[in-house]
T-cell receptor, first 114, second 113 residues
Framework: ELKVEQNPLFLSMQEGKNYTIYCNYS?????LYWYRQDPGKSLESLFVLLSNGAVKQEGRLMASLDTKARLSTLHITAAVHDLSATYFC??????????????FGQGTTLQVKP | DTGVSQNPRHKITKRGQNVTFRCDPISEHNRLYWYRQTLGQGPEFLTY????????KSRLLSDRFSAERPKGSFSTLEIQRTEQGDSAMYLCANSRDGTDTQYFGPGTRLTVL
C-alpha cells in the first residue's frame, strides 16, 4: 500500500528562520505535489514536481524532488507569519501516471511566531 | 478562490438521514474528484469522474455513498443513512486532461449528530 509520510507534523518557528519539511513516499513515482491549507479553508496548489531533480521556487518556499530516495523537501527561507498554514505533500497513487488519484501525507502544521 | 464551488458549505444532520452535496467545477475541467478529510489528516481519495463517467470508487466509499456527474458538468455526492463516522470535510477537486494541477473547492463540512 502506498504511504506518504511527512516530517515533522508540527513546526513552530520564529520569523526570519529557515526550516525544511520532509515528505517520504513508499512507491516509485516521479510526480509529487505540494499543497497549502489555511485553517477552515480548502487546499491551494503550491508546486507540481514532475521529474527527478526537479526544483521549484515561489517566494520564500522552495520544493525539490529526489525520486531515487523517494523524498521531497519543502524549504522555507526567512519565514514570515503569512506562511503559517498546514502543508501537504501528495503522490499520484499510480506512481508515474497522471491519474489524479492523490495520496496525501498527514500534513505539517507550520506556526511562525513574530 | 479557485473557481470551484461547493454547496452547502456546512451541513448538520441526524444519524440515519440522507444528505447530498453538490460540486460545480471549473468549466472545461473534465476530471472531477471527491475527497474526504477528517480533522488533522490529509484528504483521502473517494471517487473520480472523467467527463460523466465514474471511473473509480475507493473502497472507503461504502454502499451508502453514491456519486453522479450528469452530462459531465456538476457532480453530486449522496450519503444515505448517515453515521457519526461520516462526519468530515468533503472536498471536490478538478483538473483538465493532460494537466497535473487539481483545483479544490472550499468543501462541505458534514456533522452527523
Amino acid at each position: 500500500e502506498l504511504k506518504v509520510e511527512q516530517n515533522p507534523l508540527f513546526l513552530s518557528m520564529q520569523e526570519g528562520k529557515n526550516y525544511t519539511i520532509y515528505c517520504n513516499y513508499s512507491t516509485t513515482s516521479d510526480r509529487l505535489y505540494w499543497y497549502r491549507q489555511d485553517p477552515g479553508k480548502s487546499l491551494e496548489s503550491l508546486f507540481v514536481l514532475l521529474s527527478n531533480g526537479a526544483v521549484k521556487q515561489e517566494g520564500r518556499l522552495m520544493a525539490s524532488l529526489d525520486t531515487k530516495a523517494r523524498l521531497s523537501t519543502l524549504h522555507i527561507t526567512a519565514a514570515v507569519h503569512d506562511l503559517s498554514a498546514t502543508y501537504f505533500c501528495a503522490v499520484d497513487r499510480e506512481g508515474s501516471s497522471n491519474t489524479g488519484k492523490l495520496i496525501f501525507g498527514q500534513g505539517t502544521t507550520l506556526q511562525v511566531k513574530p | 478562490d479557485t473557481g470551484v464551488s461547493q454547496n452547502p458549505r456546512h451541513k448538520i444532520t441526524k444519524r440515519g438521514q440522507n444528505v447530498t452535496f453538490r460540486c460545480d467545477p471549473i468549466s472545461e475541467h473534465n476530471r472531477l474528484y471527491w475527497y474526504r478529510q477528517t480533522l488533522g489528516q490529509g484528504p483521502e481519495f473517494l471517487t473520480y469522474f472523467q467527463n460523466e463517467a465514474q471511473l473509480e470508487k475507493s473502497r472507503l466509499l461504502s454502499d451508502r455513498f453514491s456519486a453522479e456527474r450528469p452530462k459531465g458538468s456538476f457532480s453530486t455526492l449522496e450519503i444515505q443513512r448517515t453515521e457519526q463516522g461520516d462526519s468530515a470535510m468533503y472536498l471536490c477537486a478538478n483538473s483538465r486532461d493532460g494537466t497535473d494541477t487539481q483545483y479544490f473547492g472550499p468543501g462541505t463540512r458534514l456533522t452527523v449528530l
